[in-house]
């Protein structure tokens, strides 16, 4: 499918209305929801948020203020568009009028999913793309669970497509979230791997946004703080999960992430991962935090400075290298981050297979991500960085 070019649109900033950051701030959502009008919400989450009760405690809060609920637990990692019309089904059947998500980036593409569908109709499946809806989401609070996606507060939305296996990249100014919640107290309780793929997924939307060809001034600024203060507070986050002042930290730096790349738009990087996720169901941050040093090493001879950049950002003294000798400390301290935390070293590790490789690479030349890339690559590029990634 041919995409519009993100990078030909005039520049714009998209946000969400309200963002609440700081311990206890998802009290707030039952005020919020009330002043929005609803009268019954839909919560969209995950099984585990549903079995130890967090969806609970955000239903408490809503009832407190008046606002119904039903919980739609059925948003499973990498959201298919099955989960999406199981979530529509269940807003029409409970006479909803709102939608809360809570969880990390399946939960609030599954409701951004289930919002475009209440709202304008049709199937999932006719809103791949850019600004293809019509009219207005069915209104949004997104309450976030992990450092990472920056879903909660984004215009994308990402659903696989069960026919293909291919995750559809759908991306409208009229899925961002009304409101945004990010209380680090809904995050302390994450196990260190989740932790670690997360983070390494919120660094990966910085450098891409970084060195897209639709950065500009305002998304630079989000995306050098983002990758400073996840450079910073990763580790510590990953290592005490209990440890507060970092997990704040990091639910600022992936929202200045996500602020850079819903702007900016992304790379070869998420393109070539939507198509792991999609055809392995492989969890998206991992694949991120693997592929991300070969995509920067292909793309490193488009933007050396920004890569050299980037090292700076990252902690590396630069002094007395040239460009081209710090970008690629860049990559090297990428690596080091990646491997610390307890990343896999490759794609073999997931058990991807390289008969699968040239699908793969034909399927993300169609990705939206592909379009703001700083170096176009061929088929055969895309299949070597894949392989080179193994």
């Keep these: 499918m041919a995409f519009k070019n993100i990078a030909d649109q005039t520049n714009g900033f998209y946000i ?24 019954k919400a839909l919560i ?15 239903a408490g809060y809503l009832t407190e203020a008046n606002v119904e609920s039903h919980i739609f637990p059925g948003a499973e990692p990498n959201p298919t568009d099955t989960n999406v019309h199981k979530g529509v089904d269940a807003y029409n059947q409970n006479g909803c009028d ?8 399946s939960s609030h593409d599954c409701a951004k999913g289930i919002g475009l569908v209440t ?76 932790t670690a793929a997360t983070g390494m997924d919120a ?42 002042e970092a997990r704040d930290a990091m639910s600022y730096a992936q929202y200045l992430a996500g602020m850079a790349f819903n702007n900016a738009s992304l790379g070869y990087v998420h393109a070539m991962a939507h198509q792991l996720g999609g055809f392995y169901n492989l ?3 991992v694949c991120n935090a693997i592929l991300l040093p070969h995509v920067c090493e292909f793309n490193l001879i488009a933007c050396p400075d920004r890569y050299a950049k980037i090292a700076q950002l990252m902690g590396v003294n630069t002094e007395g290298l040239t460009v081209t000798e710090a970008a690629y ?21 997931l058990n991807v297979k390289e ?17 703001t890339n700083p170096r176009k690559a061929n088929h055969a590029q895309v299949v070597d960085i894949f392989r080179n990634a193994m």
Excluded at 217 to 234: F, G, H
Excluded at 341 to 349: D, F, Q, R, V
């Design 283 to 285: 969890p998206h941050g």
């Design 16 to 39: 969400p209305c309200i963002s609440l950051f700081g311990p206890g701030c998802a009290k707030e959502i039952g005020r919020k929801a009330q002043d929005l009008g609803a009268k």
């Design 203 to 244: 660094l990966t939307h910085a450098i891409e946004a970084y060195v897209s060809t639709a950065a500009n001034p305002i998304t630079d600024a989000c995306a050098e703080k983002a990758i400073t203060m996840i450079s910073e507070w990763l580790s510590p986050a990953v290592a005490n999960g209990d440890n507060l």
């Design 44 to 58: 969209v989450t995950d099984a585990g948020l549903f079995k130890f009760g967090v969806a609970d405690i955000i």
């Design 329 to 349: 400390e860049a990559i090297g301290a990428i690596r080091q981050l990646s491997s610390s935390i307890g990343i896999p070293s490759g794609l073999a590790e």
């Design 119 to 194: 709202a304008g109709g049709g199937h999932i499946r006719d809103y791949e793309g850019i600004d293809k809806s019509k009219l207005p989401m069915t209104p949004l609070i997104a309450v976030n669970t992990t450092a990472g996606t920056a879903s909660e507060m984004t215009r994308f939305c990402i659903i696989t497509n069960t026919d293909t296996h291919v995750k559809m990249a759908i991306v409208d100014w009229r899925c961002t979230p009304l409101i945004a919640i990010d209380d680090p107290k809904l995050m302390l309780v994450k196990p260190a791997g989740l």
């Design 98 to 105: 709102f939608i809360v998500s809570l969880g990390g980036g």
């Design 355 to 371: 008969e699968d490789l040239a699908v793969m690479a034909e399927n993300a030349q169609k990705d939206a991500c592909m379009l």
